[in-house]
């Protein structure tokens, strides 16, 4: 079995447990980490992104639930306390090298699909 904490690092494997629901909430995530200041509607963030709005209405809802986002007045910010930014970056900066990247890969579509790798 491939060593992800080992890889990864047990906080960047926490966050993506805990935060991380999908591939399309990682898109998310890069997006407002990259764009730390942007403050858009769903169907802006869905354009920004190349996704239907209503496939992103959940995952902001789980990211707001999770207090990395703020959404008020049908307006979608990113909110992460200090700590969580830390994280957020960590997790982004995994997204950058390969071998990390191909194991969070391997993490979240093992959340999406637990069965599969069995």
Known sequence: M????GV???????FVDKHVRSLLTWD?????????DAVLDIE???????RRSEELGPEIEALADGRLLSLAG???????????????????DSCQDRGRRLALIAL???????LAGV
Request: no cysteine; charged share 20%.
């Open 2 to 5: 491939y060593d992800l904490e």
């Open 28 to 36: 998310i995530l890069v997006f407002f980490h990259r764009n730390p």
């Open 8 to 14: 990864l690092g047990p906080s960047v494997m926490s």
């Open 74 to 92: 049908g307006l979608i910010r990113y909110k992460p306390t200090p700590e969580m930014r830390e994280t957020v970056s960590a997790f982004v």
């Open 44 to 50: 802006g963030l869905a354009s920004r992104l190349g």
């Open 108 to 114: 979240v579509l093992h959340k999406i699909n637990p």
